[in-house]
């Protein structure tokens, strides 16, 4: 038997390498799309990158409702079935089953835009296009990093991540030569999210074995739980869906190009504050320490505001030479958006720790609610905040930040987590 000391040591290595596995995965994720940006730019040109950008946020609100709350509530449940392998199998299958009957509701939507084009046009999308990334987010929901994440062997996705993201890259570069290539992007996506799930579906029957399911009612209660918290995200997957539509409304193709890029630039910064709340979810969902998540805390923060600050610093003095002189003011928006990184790097944590130590799921809903509420305020006010239609979407997404922030950490505090 280990004595406490050494059982501490094990702990916090073992923390680590979930930290480092989940930060190198979500980091490959994130530099692919960095990494071709450029090449698309340059290729297809800013309008109809902005296009492609449109039609991606809509593949992530595809992502979101398969995953349906799978990936935060599923990493529980395997954390507490590890030892069990045929308890794990048929909660495996079971998640899967269900996942297929959502995509198929997403094949019903499909069929229904394809009866009314109108609709379609009317919001400036393209419906093959609109499949194609559709399809893309259903394959990406299909990744089981829940799993990996519960048993906590997230490192052995991370060569398959890397190779597949490296095949994304490749696939673009030589499919995409010249403006009408535009149709080339979703196939080399999809190419790469194939061979990195059938990885994964290695992965998994060498941990697992060939996925059951679990009796009828049971599956319903599985389903009920994970849709508590899907209900708890309903609004921000509106939001994510909705956004990208709000910016094309009031900046063009061209705007929507901008805010991808800056979003994607904050993704970058994110990742480790995400990666060090989704690192301790095992850990939490076994024991749950107040000293522990107050420290985690209290490091995301002041990282989070170092990296703000470093960051309005580079572009303040850097980006008239990294920048070109026509998109120099793609760097004033990214100033303002890195805002959002403050609250961004305690939600996550907060949320997780209302989730699943507390359980209180309406308040993760209610803080939503908050969030929304800021949206619609920043933009009533953002008229005469702002004479720059995007600046003013940009602020009201910061504000939404902000009021989930500001609404967790009160549960947070109130419930005695924090």
């Not at 080339?184 to 290695?202: E, G, Q």
């Not at 979003?263 to 504050?273: N, Q, T």
């Not at 990296?307 to 920048?323: C, K, N, R, W």
């Amino acid at each position: 038997m280990l004595s406490p000391l050494r059982q501490r040591l094990v702990g916090q290595r073992q923390l680590l390498l979930n930290f480092v596995s989940l930060s190198s995965i979500n980091l490959l994720n994130l530099l692919a799309p960095v990494i071709v940006i450029p090449w698309l730019l340059h290729t297809l040109g800013v309008r109809q990158y902005g296009v492609i950008a449109l039609h991606q946020y809509l593949g992530q609100f595809v992502l979101m409702w398969v995953d349906f709350g799978f990936n935060t509530w599923a990493v529980n449940e395997v954390a507490g079935r590890a030892q069990d392998r045929r308890a794990l199998a048929a909660l495996v299958g079971s998640i899967y089953l269900i996942k297929l009957a959502l995509c198929a509701v997403v094949v019903l939507a499909l069929g229904v835009l394809a009866l009314n084009p109108q609709w379609v046009a009317a919001a400036g999308l393209n419906l093959p296009l609109l499949a194609a990334f559709a399809a893309l987010g259903a394959l990406n929901s299909f990744y089981p990093g829940w799993l990996f994440q519960g048993l906590e062997r997230i490192h052995a996705l991370i060569v398959p991540t890397a190779l597949a993201r490296l095949g994304t890259v490749a696939l673009v570069f030589v499919l995409v030569r010249q403006p009408g290539d535009m149709w080339a992007v979703p196939v080399a996506y999809l190419a790469s999210s194939v061979l990195l799930d059938f990885s994964a579906a290695r992965q998994l029957l060498r941990s697992v074995g060939w996925p059951t399911l679990l009796p009828w009612r049971q599956m319903v209660t599985v389903a009920q739980h994970a849709g508590q918290v899907f209900g708890s995200r309903l609004i921000i997957m509106i939001y994510v869906a909705c956004s990208p539509l709000l910016v094309r409304a009031a900046a063009g193709a061209e705007g929507v190009a901008i805010y991808s890029l800056c979003e994607k630039a904050i993704g970058l910064c994110r990742v480790p504050f995400d990666m060090l709340a989704n690192a301790a979810y095992p850990r939490l969902a076994r024991e749950y320490r107040k000293t522990f998540a107050q420290r985690l805390l209290q490091l995301q923060l002041g990282a989070a505001l170092a990296v703000v600050l470093l960051l309005t610093a580079a572009l303040h003095f850097a980006g008239p030479y990294l920048l070109p002189a026509d998109w120099a003011h793609a760097g004033n928006y990214l100033m303002l958006y890195s805002l959002a990184l403050i609250p961004i790097a305690a939600h996550s944590f907060m949320g997780t720790c209302v989730l699943l130590v507390h359980g209180k799921r309406w308040a993760l809903s209610l803080s939503i609610v908050v969030g929304l509420a800021a949206y619609i305020v920043a933009w009533s006010a953002g008229g005469w905040l702002w004479e720059d239609p995007l600046a003013r979407v940009i602020t009201a997404m910061v504000m939404v930040e902000f009021g989930i922030c500001a609404s967790r950490y009160f549960h947070s505090r109130k419930s005695g987590l924090i």
